[in-house]
């Protein structure tokens, strides 16, 4: 079928903005997208104006400064309107002003300017606003890339495999739907129904489908879709579709699209491998079905390396005083300041050496002037007594007060949990706060990147379809799936560690992990040279040999296949000494103590009725682990084991940037990088001895500890066998709280013990000089 209109040269969008309302910026509408609300405007908010504002900040979003006396651009106007003229007014424009009756007709009318060579760029305007124009250069940043446009007399199927076609796209490439409603729910079901055969269930690809009301986007549905999927394109989500009606459900029910409950991460392949989207309806002005076909071109990543306050990260006010009446005298002026309305950022920048200086340093933590305001009036009342007692004072918010601080002479490691500590929903936003880590775990290549793309079981349920998930057995299921497991430890390790280090600048000097934690250490701190992300290879070992069946026992013991695996084996742990639990096991068969989480927390592996035994005869409580593997004990094949380390990772070389890197085999910083995989193997065949090994860091002068990955087990146990000492253990994840809230504890103790952070950092977006960005 032919197209009644089609756009087949690419246009970029490289500017959008909003005529809504005298204070809607995109950056407004962008959270609105992800966070699934209504749109933050109405009806009766476009005005000529709020058009001109809009007009304005698109262009300038687009790199055309209000400074210039002209604009290389045209205006096209999607249907007469006497408000064109509040914009033709603000600027002189060397391109034509046009008028035309639908969107296809602008994206055609822009692609012929753009073409001959007429304007630079198009500016096109539907109470939402876009500059599109050929792909920008000299570093520029581009949101996304129409690829195709198609305007057909026929079906929504019709139109989107023309619009294929024309992008020379699969549908499997197709990551996100974006439905444009015409206001007329009968035809909009009809789109929904001819969509779903594109995507059977069981496709390849598994689209995200959503769609804003019709009533809210009037008079610019089209073009606000096709700005939504750049935006989500752009910033790397696939957003929620909250507004969706029953029927809407029911007529995707069976396909392969799926109608998310909240916004996940959407990551391309490769930095020449684009992510790519779909809009798709019907256009009433057109009288016709409309299908678009879009690919990511920058993402905010390659723009912005930190971007805490999109991820509604808490504000960090760091004070310090020379002395105790100095710090609260402070206080009081601060305060005051913030009900005068002082900007509460302002104070970020006081973490420079001066403040690490200052002997009584206090960070608050809070997400705004108000709840500044309140953190501070807990403190004039609270911090005297915690200054009189030399205790730390912390607050559910995250504020730290420390009067005994550790100070900038303690060393900072990084702690690396197992490899059964992922939950589901594990790092939902962690590439919205740290963007910058696209293009660096992109550089990596493999796990770091693919983890979130090749690891289903972290966002399961988490769509309409799936109804009510009990996240009890869905973390259970996700840890049944080893491969999964790991390499999300894998990934969500490498990348929580260049947030520390590179994002936030908190200098490490060593790390060390725990069982399997340390192959995430050599993943993220090693001088890796190849990953391979081929998950099959885990297979047999993991899923064969060590789990499941646990073939590598039955071998062991003559163990018949017939034998139900539940009798097999066992995980139990046991709260009691590590040396009475180990002289017990050692009287008995088929039971080995594998790991030493505490002096008073052991971990014994083995036939469950032996495991069994030794709990009642040492009489102490205890209890057996949800999921259970053949590890740390002799069992491990040594060569399976090493040849895995090694083709996961790849050869090892030193950290250059000389971090020491403790193995839990010796308890002893790593020399020989050659056999770090020969080592990393015999650890795990070997029981863990985790206080050991903290103890050991301790010695050399180790204070800080913080735990990357998910969860806080780690942090707990290096709390236990330190109990007494000086030293600061602290996750930076916290289960059930944003990346940005478990950062902003994680670096308010930091440094009000005395660690130098420059919180500067987190004042505005930390941009990625190779690529520019202008501001709205």
């Known amino acids: 079928m032919k197209p009644y209109q089609s756009v087949a040269r690419s246009l970029s969008i490289t500017g959008l903005g909003c005529g809504h309302g005298p204070d809607t910026v995109i950056d407004d509408l962008e959270r609105t997208v992800y966070c699934g609300a209504a749109l933050p405007w109405g009806a009766d908010d476009l ?68 073409a001959c060579r007429a304007v630079e760029a198009v500016l096109i305007i539907d109470g939402a606003l876009a500059v599109v124009g050929s792909a920008p250069s000299g570093g520029r940043r581009a949101y996304a890339t129409i690829d195709a446009f198609c305007s057909v007399d026929g079906t929504a199927g019709d139109a989107a495999r023309s619009a294929l076609a ?284 693919g983890y979130f793309r090749h690891t289903e079981p972290l966002y399961e349920g988490m769509d309409f379809a799936s109804g009510a998930t009990d996240p009890v057995k869905a973390e259970l299921r996700l840890h049944e799936n080893f491969a999964a497991a790991l390499n999300i430890g894998l990934g969500i390790g490498f990348l929580q560690t260049h947030a520390l280090r590179d994002l936030l600048g908190i200098p490490v000097h060593g ?56 009798e097999v084996w066992t995980t139990m742990v046991l709260f009691a000494e590590a040396e009475v639990v180990r002289a017990e096991v050692e009287c008995r068969d088929h039971v080995f103590l594998t790991h030493i989480n505490t002096p008073g927390e052991t971990v014994i592996a083995g036939n469950p009725g032996a495991c069994r035994a030794v709990m009642r005869a040492l009489g102490c409580p205890g209890l057996p682990t949800a999921v259970s593997y053949v590890l740390h004990c002799p069992a491990v094949d040594l060569q399976k084991m090493n040849d895995y380390i090694d083709y996961r990772l790849g050869p090892i070389r030193r950290p250059t940037d000389h971090v020491e890197l403790f193995s839990g085999h010796r308890a002893e910083p790593l020399t020989d990088f050659a056999d770090a995989a020969g080592t990393a193997a015999a650890t795990l065949r070997r029981a863990v001895d985790f206080p050991r090994l903290v103890q050991s860091l301790y010695r050399s002068g180790y204070r800080y500890f913080i735990e990357v990955g998910p969860g806080a087990t780690a942090t707990r146990w290096i709390g236990d066998t330190l109990a007494g000492r000086q030293h600061l253990a602290i996750s930076a994840d916290r289960r059930g709280a944003g990346t940005a809230a478990g950062a902003a504890r994680m670096l308010a103790r930091l440094a009000s013990h005395g660690v130098h952070i420059d919180l500067s950092r987190l004042v505005t977006p930390t941009t990625n000089k190779e690529m520019s960005c202008p501001t709205q």
């Open 47 to 114: 005005s000529g104006h709020t058009l001109a504002l809009g007009a304005e900040r698109a262009l300038r979003d687009s790199g055309y400064m209000p400074d210039w006396s002209t604009l290389p651009v045209a205006v096209v106007e999607i249907g007469p309107s006497p408000l064109l003229e509040s914009v033709t007014m603000t600027r002189r424009f060397t391109g034509p002003v046009r008028t035309v009756s639908s969107v296809g007709q602008a994206l055609i009318t822009a692609q012929e300017l753009v």
């Open 166 to 449: 024309i992008a020379g796209a699969r549908t499997d490439q197709i990551g996100y739907v974006e439905l444009c409603r015409s206001g007329r729910s009968d035809t909009d079901l009809q789109v929904l129904r001819d969509l779903g055969p594109l995507w059977p269930d069981g496709h390849a690809a598994r689209p995200a489908i959503s769609a804003a009301s019709a009533a809210e986007t009037a008079p610019s549905g089209l073009l606000f879709s096709l700005i939504k999927v750049s935006l989500c394109l752009h910033y790397g989500h696939r957003p929620p579709w909250i507004g969706h009606r029953h029927d809407e459900l029911a007529a995707i029910a069976g396909s392969g699209l799926i109608a998310l409950t909240s916004s996940v991460p959407w990551i391309r392949d490769g930095r020449h491998d684009p992510l790519r989207a779909a809009v798709s309806g019907y256009d009433p002005s057109a009288d016709a079905q409309v299908h678009a076909v879009l690919s990511g071109a920058s993402v905010r990543g390659d723009v912005v390396e930190v971007d805490w306050r999109r991820a509604d990260g808490p504000v960090l006010v760091p004070i310090a005083g020379a002395d105790f009446p100095d710090l609260m005298h402070r206080l009081g002026l601060t305060r005051d300041a913030l009900i005068d309305g002082a900007e509460p950022w302002q104070w970020a920048l006081g973490t420079d050496e001066q403040f690490i200086r200052m002997p009584h340093r206090v960070v608050f933590c809070a997400p705004g002037p108000e709840g500044l305001c309140r953190e501070i009036d807990a403190a004039q009342r609270l911090l005297p007594k915690a200054h009189e007692q030399r205790k730390e004072w912390v607050t559910p918010s995250g504020s730290c007060y420390a009067p005994n601080a550790i100070g900038p002479a303690g060393k900072v490691a990084v702690v690396y949990p197992g490899g059964l500590t992922a939950y589901p929903g594990l790092g939902a936003d962690l590439y919205r706060c740290f963007p910058g880590l696209v293009p660096r775990a992109e550089a990596a290549g493999g796990l770091p990147h």
């Open 511 to 566: 790390a060390f992990g725990y069982s399997l934690g340390e192959i995430t250490m050599l993943y993220a701190l090693g001088s890796r040279q190849r990953v391979d992300p081929d998950l099959s290879r885990d297979e047999d070992l993991f899923r064969e040999r060590l789990g499941g069946p646990k073939t590598a026992i039955r071998e062991l013991w003559g163990i018949a296949n017939e034998v139900p695996d539940e």
